[in-house]
């Protein structure tokens, strides 16, 4: 018996000391890759100071209207990411892309990743590059955090266009993320080991280079503490607006996917949220969650149709 206890204790041991030398090796191979990488990002756009630190913005384009474009939770590089979409609406709009703290260029933050400090901040950028008089448009979680913005910046904001946006009430926003479990994993160079070079969902209108910028930008990101933080408050953001809608004056023009297979209420939802405001439109478009990778030009069409007949 205590030949079979000292043999587990030795086995035991031994495995340990693998798993600890596999891990440093892990460690030190991500935190080489991570300043390498850094050398290789491109940089784009032009930062502004916002709470002391530096905020990434691109402006592209001109015409009588601004758009101001936000991304979804966790998008790498918004500014890529958007810009098929980008590049057609700015052929007769001026389009600014915000890419909040922790995203793409921008500085991360210790400031908690609340609704109400997204906004402020987001709105703070704005100050700072003259835009009072425009159209907000956001990708998914931008849904959600539009709601209190428009209500806080009502007389800037002409209507709100949703791409496949978050809703007040939509199930499953209560989860608990393992945030801690998910940072040291990041740490450890687990993350990069497991994530590999899998196909994305992204058109031909997405360059090589555009790729693999947003693949460098996105390890640099993903899972960070401004990352974290914002993941863990989900729920707690979506607490805080179960029963929010938008300003009843405010046009609304939501974009969804005609068959969500995750969730059968999905285009019923922004059906109900559109009925909330007295201008509600929605447009459901056969694709995916990620709807401006893939129908860019849909989007911007049909988005411009809906500005004639607004007026």
């Known amino acids: 018996m205590r030949k079979s206890v000292r043999r587990l204790l030795i086995t035991g041991t031994a495995v340990l000391g693998v798993l600890a030398v596999g891990l440093t090796t892990t460690s030190i191979a991500n935190a080489v890759a991570t300043a390498q990488e850094q050398d290789r990002i491109v940089p784009y756009g032009r930062t502004v100071t916002v709470d002391g630190r530096e905020m990434n913005v691109l402006v592209a384009g001109s015409g009588p209207e601004d758009v101001v474009l936000l991304p979804g939770f966790g998008t790498a590089s918004p500014v890529l990411d958007f810009g098929p979409l980008v590049e057609d609406l700015a052929a007769d709009h001026r389009v600014i892309v915000v890419e909040p703290f922790g995203y793409g260029l921008s500085d991360g933050t210790d400031r908690p990743r ?56 939509q199930p499953n926003m209560d989860t608990v ?15 990069r080991l497991l994530s590999g070079g899998g196909d994305d969902d992204r058109s031909e209108e997405y360059t090589a280079a555009d790729r693999e910028q947003m693949r460098l930008i996105s390890h640099r990101t993903s899972l960070e503490p401004t990352y974290l933080d914002e993941m863990d408050r989900i729920r707690t953001n979506f607490a805080e607006a179960a029963d929010a809608t938008f300003p009843a004056d405010l046009p609304l023009l939501l974009f969804t996917e005609a068959d969500n297979p995750h969730n ?26 990620y709807l401006h990778h893939t129908h860019s030009a849909e989007l911007a069409a049909t ?3 809906w500005q004639q007949r607004l007026g």
């Open 303 to 305: 988005f411009r149709d």
């Open 177 to 191: 993320f393992p945030v801690g479990l998910l940072g040291a994993a990041k740490d450890l160079g687990l993350v």
């Open 264 to 289: 059968p209420d999905w285009l019923a939802l922004h059906e109900h949220q559109a009925a909330t405001v007295d201008d509600g439109t929605v447009a459901p478009i056969d694709g995916g969650h």
């Open 114 to 169: 609340t609704t109400a400090n997204i906004v402020s901040e987001v709105h703070t950028a704005l100050q700072q590059l003259d835009v009072d008089r425009y159209v907000l448009m956001g990708h998914s979680i931008a849904g959600l955090y539009a709601i209190e913005y428009t209500h806080r910046y009502r007389e800037e904001v002409t209507a709100f266009v949703g791409i496949d946006t978050s809703v007040p009430g």
